[in-house]
């Protein structure tokens, strides 16, 4: 009965520290363990390092390319932490961030190239929000009106989701480009400037970092808020924890389930949308390539936290950045990256269950 | 020498101190009763004993042995088996499936697990069905499931925490007719509770616990049941009130058991119900409810509670009162039939309706239902009206705290502050904070209160009757629902009795109808 009382008012001076420490020895660890294996693979280790340094934060080219793609990582982690902070396990990160960027792709085509004061971007952006909202609110009605496990019906909702996408770029009635002879790929044509999120350093025009930044600043303070110290975050964690209790206290559990899954999926939907808009410009069919599994990752690390999210989207990123250069430019296969980054999930998560062990003593 | 020695122990959860040195022994062949109020270190004793938790310092030593189990498995290995106050059983398999659990053989044999039952069954007159799932068992049930569980293991030493708060009359009977008998062939029982009839049939000896201290050891041989009493609660107890007697299972002073209840009673329905024009607090018509099988649970039923009357819902559990207490609070739908609370139809209608209809639950499943453990006190008492205490949707968590601070000094919730986890509090504590929450309602009419007094001790249960009646003071009308028949007549002022999902009776609480009551219970003599 006391367990709860002991791990909340244990020496919290002592064992946020540790909370820290732990998770970036195992990280270094695990990168120690990474570069054994690019050794063995008779790379030379300085070439390797160098190309996964320079692709990291080599200029301030690479730093802002970094950011850019923990800004997708940290939306769609957030999403999840939104969720399941209600029990839910929203892990159709990749699905949602599909039609949220195949929608606003689709906006920006059709319509939005015209409107003024920055709304060229930010309609295109909502309107990917609102198609990945619907994505995740689809599976919230599934589970509130017909008890369907989310972890399925996210991830089957993921496997329509990409299709769908692949149509929408093999289409010409569709989002296709027209045949001309230089280019006959299955994509969208690029989209308009003023829809391109505008760079936020535009003078020096090197960094490529754009205002995508702040927004997903804006999303990280209001998740947190509303997780820690709304009624609706109260509302979540009840539903979370004793649905039953929830309902008899008045809480409208199903509509909250909705909301939680269409929330998460609303992150998820503008991390796609800002994906296109911020930095590839125009949409194919394989355009979000596994980040919202990632960003699923970085919000299961997060234990929850806002801040964990930033931390880990902003790890993630700059390690898929360094990882791409280092096959560019190293020749080391991707491959080897990808389990290096699977042995970092796994160092952090066990670090995780090492400090719960040791505060629950 | 001693089966288990006990010396020095103490345990500490964070800011709460449970246990504070303390030292017992129990004999191979004695059943030893552990006594005191919630809070009072009983139920950790217990955990600790079995393993659960580990003591911060203190001794104990078994069979001749140091004793110092890592976990569970050690003191079930040594021969030490527990049945905890909650049930540690797989809802959704079968008895024999759980019998079968935890069994330490690599195949297992279902004949073994049915010939063991069998045996039991038997030799103690613990009778389930082994093909029976566990969810659709009655609490009673499973608790019986539990105990099973624990003898199939042949066990040295019996630790049983509180297990005779969810059964009935004849059940506890035969229960410690298996203590008594356990005892008898060599085995150590140690025996949590607060009904000192139950001390009186079976043990051989009694450690009064207050406070986590031992207050006493007393051989029951010549024992005075009021000076345990005093010793478990530190004072002097209302001797003379009806309640109490029949909480803690001992006669009340011949006269006083009749007239002690009657004194405060407004005059009701028994009177003269002509006059009475009021709206009632709880109209039920014809209510059935048919489970997924399409049995009928609650069959036609049908009551009425006035304003400022108790009404008891007699029964043997596993007749209807769950099904009739899970509806009123709006968790289950009806199949048919009508409810009204003040007036106001409510047959389907959501939880926050029947809120708002003025209506305060008190459910049965205090875990389950009524709270959510790993919330704080705090936000347990307010998460139904968060909006009272948000801005632009932000909490403003210190005036929560403050509020609930009050809450709970008003309704005696005894915790060190407002947010500490519900779970932290003892049983009788959070249900002191469930009823401070559900009779803060505005514009109340109604309470229902569905076994609010099951698993708490003396103290508490005191505390909760004397709360239910000031409800009814106030001019609530209260359904009062309990598998405790003296409790009942000793607070209701009208008992409906209920068999097989249906109203079979209905009578005054005077004590003389006890056994006419008793007989409806079990499905004898209609009325």
């Given at each position: 009965?006391?367990?709860?009382?002991?791990?909340?008012?244990?020496?919290?001076?002592?064992?946020?520290?540790?909370?820290?420490?732990?998770?970036?020895?195992?990280?270094?660890?695990?990168?120690?363990?990474?570069?054994?294996?690019?050794?063995?693979?008779?790379?030379?280790?300085?070439?390797?390092?160098?190309?996964?340094?320079?692709g990291?934060?080599?200029?301030?080219f690479?730093i802002?390319?970094?950011?850019?793609?923990?800004?997708?990582?940290g939306?769609?982690?957030?999403?999840?932490?939104?969720?399941?902070?209600?029990?839910?396990?929203?892990?159709?990160?990749?699905?949602?961030?599909?039609?949220?960027g195949?929608?606003?792709?689709?906006?920006?085509?059709h319509?939005?190239?015209?409107?003024?004061?920055?709304?060229?971007?930010l309609?295109?952006?909502?309107?990917?929000?609102?198609?990945?909202?619907?994505?995740?609110?689809?599976?919230?009605?599934?589970?509130?009106?017909?008890?369907?496990?989310?972890?399925?019906?996210?991830?089957?909702?993921?496997?329509?989701?990409?299709?769908l996408?692949?149509?929408?770029?093999?289409?010409?009635?569709?989002?296709?480009?027209?045949?001309?002879?230089?280019?006959?790929?299955?994509?969208?044509?690029?989209?308009?400037?003023?829809?391109?999120l505008?760079?936020?350093?535009?003078?020096?025009?090197?960094?490529?970092?754009?205002?995508?930044?702040p927004?997903?600043?804006?999303?990280?303070?209001?998740?947190?808020?509303?997780?820690?110290?709304?009624?609706?975050?109260?509302?979540?964690?009840?539903?979370?924890?004793?649905?039953?209790?929830?309902?008899?206290?008045?809480?409208?559990?199903?509509?909250?389930?909705?909301?939680?899954?269409?929330?998460?999926?609303?992150?998820?939907?503008?991390?796609?949308a800002?994906?296109i808009?911020?930095?590839?410009?125009?949409?194919?069919?394989?355009?979000?390539?596994?980040?919202?599994?990632?960003?699923?990752?970085?919000?299961?690390?997060?234990?929850?936290?806002?801040?964990?999210?930033?931390?880990?989207?902003?790890?993630?990123?700059?390690?898929?950045?360094?990882?791409?250069?280092?096959?560019?430019?190293?020749?080391?296969?991707?491959?080897?990256?990808?389990?290096?980054?699977?042995?970092?999930?796994?160092?952090?998560?066990?670090?995780?269950?090492?400090?719960?062990?040791?505060?629950?003593? | 020498?001693?089966?288990?020695?006990?010396?020095?122990?103490?345990?500490?959860?964070?800011?709460?101190?449970?246990?504070?040195?303390?030292?017992?022994?129990?004999?191979?062949?004695?059943?030893?009763?552990?006594?005191g109020?919630?809070?009072?270190?009983?139920?950790?004793?217990?955990?600790?004993?079995?393993?659960?938790?580990?003591?911060?310092?203190?001794?104990?030593?078994?069979?001749?042995?140091?004793?110092?189990?890592?976990?569970?498995?050690?003191?079930?290995?040594?021969?030490?088996?527990?049945?905890?106050?909650?049930?540690?059983?797989?809802?959704?398999?079968?008895?024999?499936?759980?019998?079968?659990?935890?069994?330490?053989?690599?195949?297992?044999?279902?004949?073994?697990?049915?010939?063991?039952?069998?045996?039991?069954?038997?030799?103690?007159?613990?009778r389930?069905?082994?093909?029976?799932?566990?969810?659709?068992?009655?609490?009673?049930?499973?608790?019986?499931?539990?105990?099973?569980?624990?003898?199939?293991?042949?066990?040295?030493?019996?630790?049983?925490?509180?297990?005779?708060?969810v059964?009935?009359h004849?059940?506890?009977?035969?229960?410690?007719g298996?203590?008594?008998?356990?005892?008898e062939?060599?085995k150590?029982?140690?025996?949590?509770?607060?009904?000192?009839?139950?001390?009186?049939?079976?043990?051989?000896?009694?450690?009064?616990?207050?406070q986590?201290?031992?207050?006493?050891?007393?051989?029951?041989?010549?024992?005075?049941?009021?000076?345990?009493?005093?010793?478990?609660?530190?004072r002097?107890?209302?001797?003379?009130?009806?309640?109490?007697?029949?909480?803690?299972?001992?006669?009340?002073?011949?006269?006083?058991?009749?007239?002690?209840?009657?004194?405060?009673?407004?005059?009701?329905?028994?009177?003269?119900?002509?006059?009475?024009?009021?709206?009632?607090?709880?109209?039920?018509?014809?209510?059935?409810?048919?489970?997924?099988?399409?049995?009928?649970?609650?069959?036609?039923?049908?009551?009425?509670?006035?304003?400022?009357?108790?009404?008891?819902?007699?029964?043997?559990?596993g007749?209807?009162?769950?099904?009739?207490?899970?509806?009123?609070?709006?968790?289950?739908?009806?199949?048919?039939?009508?409810?009204?609370?003040?007036?106001?139809?409510?047959?389907?209608?959501?939880?926050?309706?029947?809120?708002?209809?003025?209506?305060?639950?008190?459910?049965?499943?205090?875990?389950?239902?009524?709270?959510?453990?790993?919330?704080?006190?705090a936000?347990?008492?307010?998460?139904?009206?968060?909006?009272?205490?948000?801005?632009?949707?932000?909490?403003?968590?210190?005036?929560?705290?403050?509020?609930?601070?009050?809450?709970m000094?008003?309704?005696?919730?005894?915790?060190?502050?407002?947010?500490?986890?519900?779970?932290?509090?003892?049983?009788?504590?959070?249900?002191k904070?469930?009823?401070?929450?559900?009779?803060?309602?505005?514009?109340?009419?109604?309470?229902?209160?569905?076994?609010?007094?099951?698993?708490?001790?003396?103290?508490?249960?005191?505390?909760?009757?004397?709360?239910?009646?000031?409800?009814?003071?106030?001019?609530?009308?209260?359904?009062?629902?309990?598998?405790?028949?003296?409790?009942?007549?000793?607070?209701?002022?009208?008992?409906?009795?209920?068999?097989?999902?249906?109203?079979?009776?209905?009578?005054?609480?005077?004590?003389?109808?006890?056994?006419?009551?008793?007989?409806?219970?079990?499905?004898?003599?209609?009325?």
């Open positions: 009965m006391g367990r709860t009382v002991g791990s909340k008012l244990g020496p919290l001076r002592a064992y946020l520290p540790l909370q820290i420490v732990v998770p970036v020895l195992a990280t270094v660890a695990a990168i120690a363990v990474g570069l054994v294996i690019i050794a063995s693979t008779g790379t030379p280790l300085e070439d390797a390092l160098s190309a996964f340094w320079d990291m934060a080599g200029d301030i690479n802002g390319a970094s950011i850019n793609r923990a800004i997708s990582l939306l769609v982690g957030l999403g999840f932490i939104f969720a399941n902070r209600a029990n839910l396990t929203n892990v159709g990160g990749e699905g949602q961030m599909a039609v949220g195949m929608f606003a792709t689709a906006m920006a085509l319509g939005a190239a015209g409107l003024p004061f920055g709304l060229a971007y309609v295109p952006l909502a309107v990917g929000a609102l198609a990945g909202a619907v994505w995740g609110g689809f599976a919230g009605v599934l589970k509130a009106r017909r008890d369907t496990n989310e972890v399925i019906s996210t991830l089957l909702l993921t496997f329509i989701a990409l299709p996408v692949y149509w929408s770029v093999q289409s010409f009635n569709l989002l296709r480009k027209p045949m001309s002879d230089v280019s006959s790929l299955p994509e969208s044509p690029e989209i308009p400037d003023t829809t391109k505008p760079l936020l350093l535009p003078e020096d025009q090197t960094s490529p970092l754009h205002v995508g930044l927004l997903a600043i804006l999303a990280v303070i209001v998740v947190a808020l509303i997780l820690q110290k709304s009624a609706f975050g109260l509302k979540l964690r009840a539903v979370g924890l004793n649905s039953i209790a929830a309902r008899r206290a008045g809480i409208r559990s199903g509509s909250l389930i909705i909301v939680a899954l269409a929330v998460s999926g609303a992150l998820g939907g503008l991390a796609g800002i994906m808009l911020g930095q590839q410009y125009y949409l194919t069919s394989s355009f979000s390539s596994g980040y919202g599994f990632d960003g699923l990752v970085v919000g299961l690390l997060s234990r929850g936290s806002a801040v964990g999210v930033v931390v880990g989207a902003l790890l993630f990123g700059f390690l898929r950045s360094g990882s791409i250069n280092m096959e560019i430019s190293a020749h080391v296969p991707a491959a080897v990256v990808l389990i290096c980054q699977g042995l970092i999930v796994i160092a952090i998560a066990a670090s995780a269950i090492l400090i719960d062990r040791r505060a629950r003593r | 020498m001693a089966l288990l020695e006990i010396t020095g122990l103490a345990k500490q959860f964070g800011p709460v101190v449970a246990l504070d040195g303390v030292s017992l022994t129990v004999e191979a062949g004695e059943v030893h009763c552990l006594l109020e919630n809070g009072a270190g009983k139920s950790t004793l217990c955990n600790l004993i079995f393993g659960v938790h580990r003591p911060d310092a203190g001794a104990m030593a078994f069979a001749g042995r140091p004793f110092a189990p890592a976990g569970p498995a050690d003191a079930l290995r040594l021969g030490i088996a527990m049945v905890h106050q909650h049930f540690s059983l797989v809802p959704n398999m079968t008895v024999a499936e759980n019998l079968m659990l935890g069994r330490a053989d690599a195949v297992l044999r279902l004949g073994d697990a049915l010939a063991g039952l069998e045996r039991l069954a038997g030799e103690y007159g613990l389930v069905d082994p093909h029976r799932v566990i969810e659709d068992l009655s609490v009673g049930e499973r608790q019986r499931v539990e105990i099973i569980k624990c003898l199939l293991g042949n066990p040295r030493l019996l630790v049983l925490d509180e297990p005779t708060a059964l009935q004849e059940e506890i009977d035969a229960l410690l298996i203590c008594r008998r356990l005892a062939n060599g150590a029982v140690i025996l949590v509770t607060h009904k000192l009839a139950e001390i009186a049939k079976v043990a051989a000896r009694t450690t009064v616990l207050r986590g201290r031992v207050v006493e050891t007393v051989s029951m041989a010549g024992a005075d049941m009021r000076a345990l009493v005093r010793s478990m609660v530190g002097d107890v209302k001797s003379a009130d009806a309640v109490l007697a029949a909480t803690i299972g001992i006669e009340g002073d011949g006269g006083a058991a009749g007239t002690a209840p009657a004194a405060g009673k407004p005059v009701n329905g028994r009177a003269s119900p002509a006059q009475d024009t009021r709206v009632p607090a709880l109209t039920i018509e014809g209510l059935t409810y048919r489970d997924a099988d399409g049995v009928a649970r609650l069959d036609a039923v049908s009551l009425v509670v006035k304003p400022g009357e108790i009404v008891g819902v007699a029964g043997v559990e007749n209807g009162q769950t099904e009739l207490g899970s509806i009123l609070a709006g968790l289950t739908g009806p199949t048919s039939g009508s409810i009204a609370i003040g007036g106001k139809a409510l047959a389907g209608a959501t939880p926050r309706e029947i809120t708002a209809a003025g209506a305060g639950i008190v459910p049965e499943d205090r875990h389950a239902v009524a709270m959510v453990p790993d919330l704080s006190i936000e347990n008492l307010f998460l139904g009206m968060l909006s009272r205490f948000s801005r632009f949707g932000l909490l403003d968590r210190g005036r929560m705290s403050a509020s609930a601070a009050e809450l000094r008003e309704f005696d919730v005894r915790a060190p502050g407002p947010d500490l986890p519900m779970s932290s509090l003892s049983g009788g504590n959070q249900q904070a469930v009823l401070a929450r559900e009779l803060s309602l505005p514009n109340m009419v109604f309470l229902l209160a569905a076994q609010p007094t099951r698993g708490l001790d003396v103290g508490a249960v005191e505390a909760v009757y004397g709360r239910i009646r000031s409800a009814r003071e106030r001019g609530l009308g209260v359904l009062l629902i309990s598998s405790e028949l003296d409790e009942l007549i000793a607070v209701s002022d009208r008992i409906v009795v209920m068999y097989r999902g249906k109203v079979v009776g209905q009578m005054t609480s005077d004590p003389a109808n006890k056994e006419a009551i008793g007989a409806m219970m079990s499905g004898h003599g209609h009325v």
